[in-house]
């Protein structure tokens, strides 16, 4: 299993987020990265909605945010950079090493926005 670094962060790089994304694979599509990430992201989400009638919040719908975030890839909502190198294509093929760093730089939300 491979774990590679990522980061979300804002269009004036002020860092957002960071997790770690697990792949059974060195080789990967942007694709396969914009769904784990953005299932990993809803299921945080849902994690830490309040248990309160005052906080409590709808679960949100994994497979209608990853649709979601793969539209938002295509409509420049955001971009990826992987090890420095602009994504250009959600088909484009990713070979992971244990220094791999990937980074959204959102230029609007990716979840739930």
């Known amino acids: 299993m491979m774990l590679v670094a990522v980061q979300e962060e804002t269009a004036s790089g002020r860092a957002l987020y960071k ?4 792949f059974f694979t060195e080789r990967i599509t942007v694709r396969d990265v914009v769904r784990e990430y953005a299932r ?10 309040g248990t ?18 793969i539209d938002g890839f ?29 980074r959204f730089v959102r230029l609007t939300q990716l979840i739930g926005g």
């Open 19 to 22: 997790t770690a994304l697990a």
């Open 40 to 49: 990993q992201e809803v299921l945080r989400r849902n994690r830490s909605s």
């Open 52 to 69: 309160g009638p005052e906080t409590a919040r709808e679960p949100v719908a994994v497979e209608k945010q990853i649709q979601n975030a």
């Open 74 to 102: 295509d409509r420049h909502s955001y971009f990826l950079l992987i090890d420095q190198r602009q994504a250009e294509s959600l088909d484009e093929e990713l070979w992971l090493g244990p220094e791999t760093q990937i």
